[in-house]
């Protein structure tokens, strides 16, 4: 973990900045949505709200910051075009506003980026955009599309550490406040670099200093949160990216220091609560989130006791989900409910060892997901890699207890995440 030296102050963005952002922005974006939802208000006995961002043109709100910065660059430097590094949502924000603007981009993105997010990319920004896949890593593609922009002398468009780009996102806090019909009491809102944080944190601190402003980070990848205990920027050597549109290694130095002074709390996010409520939301609701965009929705359950009979608005950040993670989505909710659970079992080799284990083993209801055994020779006993599916999490204590009781010795892999990364 590495450290940078921040600002002496701190920059925010000004009412009337944000005002004409949204001015700015009226001339592409309608105001999305601020709704009542019945059912996580009937689940948390409290008045919840979603600002719905996921039904953006893009499906996020990040075409706000990169449209507003954009559009204020020189028309010579929209002419000799811009520069862009970014594994999702970004992307498509920067492509839809220089196809919109008339300008030439050029958008880096990790080698490794699923071949859906780039054609989103291309189908917003058509002929207007160069994508350029390179390195293994966001991190290396931001490299490589810095040092391009200052070679060619072309305009870089920061994710998030531009004051434009606050400017942008900060428009959903305003449009919150102008569409609220209640006083909130709380506010979640998610954390990637911290662009959308400082915006509407800083709307909020103006215009509705008594609301709570909680942040929200993945468990895997707590780098404001790390930064803030710090007291200065941090880079995590290593972090969890499946809530991958709010995992970064470093957030921003404008964005850290506003989040330090503006947020109320910031909140670690499993990311096992954040898969069983895309899927809980899409049952219930027919609501499709991609994690980072569920991540509000999923904290409720952190605040579920402070958040009884109070207002809440839940920042619903996007929507760009796809479909072929659905099958690990599943797989890391059932892991974090305590219903999905790996073990090395050592089988007696012979005929019949099967059969008792289903017997003897297993509660009913539960199912054998995985079963990877190959015989070995001169040994009494073969190891078997088994995955187990419980019908109800209490059969877990009554399973570990059949396992010691009846002679199949074992080795559980859910806590040894080394073993475990290779089964998730």
């Not at 974006?29 to 996921?54: C, F, H, N, V, W």
Request: overall charge neutral; glycine content about 8%; some cysteine.
């Amino acid at each position: 973990m590495t450290t940078t030296k921040t600002l002496a102050t701190t920059w925010f963005p000004s009412l009337e900045d944000i005002t004409k952002a949204r001015v700015n922005l009226g001339s592409i974006l309608e105001p999305t949505p601020l709704m009542k939802s019945l059912s996580l208000s009937a689940q948390y006995g409290a008045t919840i709200y979603l600002k719905r961002e996921d039904l953006q043109q893009v499906r996020s709100y990040k075409i706000r910051g990169a449209y507003h910065k954009i559009s204020s660059l020189p028309r010579e430097v929209l002419d000799r075009g811009i520069v862009c590094a970014s594994a999702g949502n970004h992307a498509q924000g920067v492509a839809y506003s220089a196809f919109k603007l008339k300008t030439k981009a050029r958008i880096f993105m990790p080698e490794t980026t699923p071949k859906q997010k780039v054609r989103q990319v291309t189908m917003f920004g058509k002929e207007a955009i160069e994508i350029i896949l390179i390195g293994d890593s966001y991190d290396q593609a931001f490299q490589a599309a810095k040092e391009t922009a200052e070679r060619e002398k072309l305009a870089f468009i920061h994710p998030f550490d531009d004051m434009k780009i606050i400017e942008g996102q900060a428009t959903v806090g305003i449009e919150i406040l102008q569409q609220a019909d209640c006083h909130f009491d709380y506010v979640f809102i998610p954390i990637g670099g911290g662009g959308l944080a400082s915006g509407i944190s800083t709307c909020f601190k103006t215009l509705s200093p008594n609301t709570k402003l909680i942040g929200l980070e993945p468990e895997g990848a707590p780098s404001m949160k790390r930064s803030i205990e710090k007291g200065e920027v941090v880079k995590l050597d290593e972090i969890d990216t499946f809530v991958d549109g709010a995992a970064v290694q470093q957030v921003g130095q404008l964005t850290f220091q506003i989040c330090k002074e503006l947020l109320t709390d910031i909140c670690l996010v499993p990311e096992g609560l954040i898969c069983t409520t895309i899927l809980k939301r899409y049952n219930e609701d027919a609501l499709v989130v991609e994690p980072a965009g569920a991540m509000s929705m999923a904290a409720l359950e952190l605040f579920k006791e402070e958040i009884k009979g109070k207002n809440i608005c839940c920042i619903v950040s996007g929507s760009n989900n796809d479909i072929t993670r659905t099958e690990e989505i599943k797989e890391r909710s059932l892991i974090y409910e305590g219903l999905k659970h790996y073990f090395i079992v050592r089988f007696p080799q012979r005929a019949g060892a099967l059969r008792e284990f289903v017997n003897d083993i297993l509660s009913p209801g539960d199912d054998i997901t995985l079963f990877e055994y190959s015989k070995k020779h001169n040994r009494e006993k073969g190891p078997a890699l088994i995955g187990i599916e419980l019908q109800q999490k209490e059969n877990f204590q009554k399973l570990i207890h059949n396992f010691e009781t009846k002679g199949f010795g074992y080795e559980y892999l859910n806590d040894k995440p080394n073993l475990f990364q290779y089964l998730v």
